[in-house]
């Protein structure tokens, strides 16, 4: 007996196999109802006397290290079956980084904002979802006034009898109202933001997009510091030798109102296809502030007097790139967004 345990012993340890099915079949031989071990324990039971102690212990120590060198082969053969990605090929090409650019119109609009840190604003914000008194009633809109109408406000909660619905701010003019009722002048703020009408979708409308909003109230303030401040702006924004149009213009909130034009940095004011041939480009509109607006954010008219300007983000964007369709911006195709590298 002691012959054929030593020798089962050097099979066990001699035993290799790179296959599943050999290791299984080994165990098989070994340990199976008619396997090797099991009739070495048949024989061991007829074994009497001092031997029976010696044996056993033999026996036993054979059979642990049968199990354990089984499972290690096993275990040895998983692993090297398992997925290839657990396998490190150092002579692999390396997975180029790839570093994101900042959104065009994120660009545009610290850029706006940083123009007018330069005259001492600070930012402001404000909810995107508003509440009708913010959006209308503090500027001035009359009840009747067609933004408040469902075809262009997108309304969150309206009911019958409410007089101060929740919707979607349409324009950042709301954050002004915010800060005006929670503070008094001076006041210089800009104030950024997301907005939402209802439009259909096309490459000149869009039912989001963005704005940056102007406010300053303080004592004297005039139109001809609104015309100086537009000025500096159009000038850091698309270069010294702009010039700033003012033409008349209506919004509730301001008296007397004006849309804001700067000559085209692009034919240098003769006219091309991005103005249209006027030699002039929109870029938003402005005014002082109305007085029904200040009393509303109980700020005393006759004393302070304030300055407001809205702009497009978009605008200003498709003026400075000149890609005129306004879904690009919003459509995060990387082909288009691959182009702008300007860091800010
Ligand atoms: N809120 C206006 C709009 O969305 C833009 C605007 C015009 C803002 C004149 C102003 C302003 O502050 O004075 O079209």
């Not at 006034?145 to 929740?166: G, V």
């Not at 509303?296 to 605008?315: H, L, N, P, T, W």
């Amino acid at each position: 007996m002691h012959n054929k345990i030593s020798a089962l012993l050097s099979e066990v340890e001699e035993f290799t196999s790179d296959s599943a099915q050999k290791v299984e079949e080994f165990r098989v031989k070994l340990l199976g109802k008619k396997g090797d071990l099991t009739l070495l324990f048949e024989e061991f039971k007829q074994v009497s006397g001092e031997a029976k102690r010696e044996l056993g212990q033999k026996i036993n120590e054979l059979k642990s290290r049968a199990l354990s060198r089984i499972s290690e082969l096993k275990q040895a053969l998983e692993s090297e079956s398992a997925p290839a990605a657990l396998t490190l090929d150092v002579s692999r090409p390396g997975t180029a980084g790839c570093i994101g650019t900042r959104h065009p119109i994120a660009t545009v609009r610290s850029e706006i904002l940083a123009i007018f840190r330069q005259l001492g604003f600070t930012v402001a914000e404000g909810p995107e979802i508003e509440d009708d008194w913010h959006v209308f009633g503090a500027l001035n809109f009359p009840p009747e006034h067609p933004a408040r109408d469902m075809q262009d406000t997108f309304f969150i909660e309206k009911k019958e009898d409410s007089e101060n619905p929740i919707l979607l701010r349409t324009h950042t003019s709301s954050i002004q109202v915010r800060v005006m009722e929670k503070s008094q002048p001076p006041i210089r703020i800009v104030c950024p933001g997301r907005v939402f009408r209802n439009e259909a979708i096309s490459a000149r409308a869009h039912c989001m997009f963005h704005q940056v909003e102007g406010l300053y109230v303080d004592q004297n303030v005039s139109f001809a510091d609104l015309k100086q401040t537009l000025l500096y702006f159009a000038r850091e924004m698309f270069g010294a030798d702009v010039e700033i149009r003012l033409r008349p213009s209506f919004f509730p909130f301001t008296e007397p109102s004006a849309e804001m034009d700067v000559s085209c940095s692009i034919c240098g004011g003769k006219g091309c296809n991005i103005c249209k041939g006027t030699g002039w480009l929109e870029v938003g509109g402005c005014g002082l502030v109305d007085q029904n607006v200040l009393d509303s954010c109980k700020i005393d008219s006759q004393k302070y007097s304030g300055f407001a300007f809205g702009m497009g983000v978009e605008r200003i964007a498709m003026l400075k790139y000149q890609a005129r369709d306004l879904r690009l911006y919003f459509e995060n195709d990387v082909r288009f967004l691959r182009q702008f590298t300007a860091v800010v």
